[in-house]
């Protein structure tokens, strides 16, 4: 009997993460597309997702704190992506769709860097939209 409960609890412990992954229409609403302008603040490279935080600030000098998800690392690295493609204190435009919470969390879709390099920051396996949040047009 403990021949087999010890692979299925591990069976289950391993398979606990995967529920925890959710699609793009579970969390995020494609009906609220915005466009942030700001600095980057902190990057956490890992799974399941890469998360990137900016600081946004308005035209009243009120400054918002937006964390913003983007694919997995490994669909990243394929894209292009390096660990240091993002740095604190860069200045980026970033393409996303808002929380279906309401909070200051967006799925980031494209991104624009300092340089004027525009690069994909969705996975294209999420279920969320593959095109740019502001001109309709395919994301490149």
């Known amino acids: 009997m403990k021949r087999i409960l010890l692979p299925a609890a ?19 609403d494609q009906k609220q597309p915005l466009t942030i302008k700001g600095v980057v603040t902190k990057l956490d490279w890992m799974n399941p997702h890469v998360y ?9 000098g009120k400054v918002t704190h937006w ?21 604190a204190g860069d200045r ?18 494209s991104i624009v860097l300092t340089d004027g390099k525009k690069i994909f920051a969705g996975s294209a396996d999420d279920g969320g939209p593959a ?3 502001e001109s309709k047009r395919p994301l490149n």
């Open 10 to 28: 591990v069976a289950l412990l391993v398979s606990l993460p995967l529920l925890a992954h959710h699609s793009f229409a579970a969390e995020y």
């Open 52 to 60: 990137f935080y900016v600081d946004s600030t308005d035209s009243d």
């Open 67 to 87: 964390a913003c998800e983007a694919g997995n690392p490994n669909a990243l690295a394929r894209r292009g992506w390096k660990k240091d493609s993002l740095k």
């Open 92 to 109: 980026v435009t970033i393409q996303a769709f808002r929380a279906k919470d309401a909070s200051n969390t967006v799925n980031a879709r």
């Open 131 to 133: 095109e740019d949040a």
